[in-house]
């Protein structure tokens, strides 16, 4: 296989969705620069690129962000039979304040004008092609040594309201982002226990379900 | 910059969303193979990979989504302006029948159990994860100098009952793929005038909208 697709896959297979790694430093604006940019390369309906980014380096945000985090915690712990409950209690879901930046992004349905080519059969389409600017977004990041850790432990009005955006605006994500230490050689749901990855052929199918 | 930083960003910018380009050979079965596995090794929330992938060759299956598609076609025409109308019956937005394999992609929301980690709060988190492993397997089949093209000109219903998908799987994308001539220097949409891409800048904020 030639080189460029090695690194591609080499980059896909080490990419882990991070709590625990990440050093804190300050992070490099080139490096960010880098990593927003192949987010923004990602492919989009109609090539309406629905998404913006917002870097969040504000430590009253982030703090507010992390208590609005901890409670809907414990709201899911409480939905848990006892001993996914016990388990549970012992993963750590979040590395907001530990990041070196939070990196919200969201999705706006008005860009790209009124006829959205791509998007009159499939309404969620223009969400899709914000989530595969996340995932270029996310391997750019594994490339450069950093690590992203996506957290939806939260309910979309607070973010809305917490970072004023429009009512339009939808927050797709909320990603921990920054250098780590290392990335993780098992998910760490799977190393703690919480679940096991299945087998791709499992999930493979010819011509019908 | 590292070799392999410097692939994955020369794969992300290269990669585009393929109509003209398919040479129609066949598909090398282990080239398939691993491009699914880049997919499945996609992030997904609470580690519950809710996605199938259904490969297609059988003709007739192609065929009848094809006419499916061209009927949508005409369905979005009949909303455009006249001068609007008179450039999207120059563009072509599908490779269904050129392409090597057409790829389905689904989400099963049943797929990692009752308490799925990360989805209390926001439902649409496990259709997140189907999107975030289409676009491992876009960047991947690049790298391996195949192409994809994604159609949206179908409605659910139709595709869930030409591939036979249980009542909760939903079909998230028709994905065109298979070896191509080459990628496209700038997206097929803007090389013909439908749309221009916008400057990372205009879509980037900090701390708050």
Redesign the interface.
Known sequence: M????????????A???VRGEFTSEPADAQVL??I???A????S?????P????????PD?RRDFWVHVDG?RS??AA??PAE?ATL?DR?R?EGILDASLGLVVTYDPDR??P?V??????A??G??SV??A???L???AT??GWGVG?V?????RFVRDL????AR?RP??WLCLGPVTHQQAV?D??RQG?????P?PT???????
């Open positions: 030639q080189t460029i697709a090695a690194s591609v896959y080499d980059t896909i297979f990419r882990r969705d620069d880098r927003l940019s192949a923004h390369a990602a492919p309906v109609g090539l309406s690129q998404w913006d980014f917002i870097v969040i380096e504000d945000i809907e709201v899911f939905t848990l996914r549970f993963l879901i790209g004008g006829h080519l791509g998007r009159h059969a499939i969620d389409a969400l899709y989530c595969l996340i995932e270029n996310w391997l750019a490339a450069e996506w939806s432990f939260y309910r979309e970072l004023s955006l429009p605006v797709i994500a998910p749901l799977e919480w679940r096991r990855r299945v791709l999930v493979v199918h010819h011509n019908r379900w």
